[in-house]
Nanobody, 128 residues
Framework: QVQLRESGGGSVQAGGSLRLSCKVSGYTYRTYCMGWFRRAPGKEREGVATIDSDGMTVYKDSVKGRFAIAEDSAKNTLYLQMHSLKPEDAAMYYC??????????????????????WGQGTPVTVSS
């Protein structure tokens, strides 16, 4: 059974930084796509960044240059380093993993891709 546990969320002032972590356990597939997602109050969940087993990373336009996704396979941990945080970045952040990079013609970075396993989320608050 795959389990994901996020940590690292918190409250920061605008312009500050946070690093989110996602510890993955029980994952036995050789290929993967991992991602960070967020949901702000009253809004739909959106993708923030993905990384796949081919090393490809994809970012939401609004976080490019500020956020960086990385994975440490030795520690089975996914990270999201966030800099220059803005109030609009405030949300519950979730990590997810899927054993495929593509499902049909759909790459895992596509908004319509459905990930198999999800964490419970970690909150990020950004004050102006």
């Amino acid at each position: 059974q795959v389990q994901l546990r996020e940590s690292g969320g918190g409250s920061v002032q605008a312009g500050g930084s946070l690093r989110l972590s996602c510890k993955v356990s029980g994952y036995t597939y050789r290929t993967y796509c991992m991602g960070w997602f967020r949901r702000a109050p009253g809004k739909e969940r959106e993708g923030v960044a993905t990384i796949d087993s081919d090393g490809m990373t994809v970012y939401k336009d609004s976080v490019k240059g500020r956020f960086a996704i990385a994975e440490d396979s030795a520690k089975n941990t996914l990270y999201l380093q966030m800099h220059s945080l803005k109030p609009e970045d405030a949300a519950m952040y979730y990590c997810a993993v899927d054993p495929w990079v593509m499902r049909g013609n759909l790459h895992c970075s596509h908004a319509g891709y459905v990930f198999a396993d999800w964490g419970q989320g970690t909150p990020v608050t950004v004050s102006s």
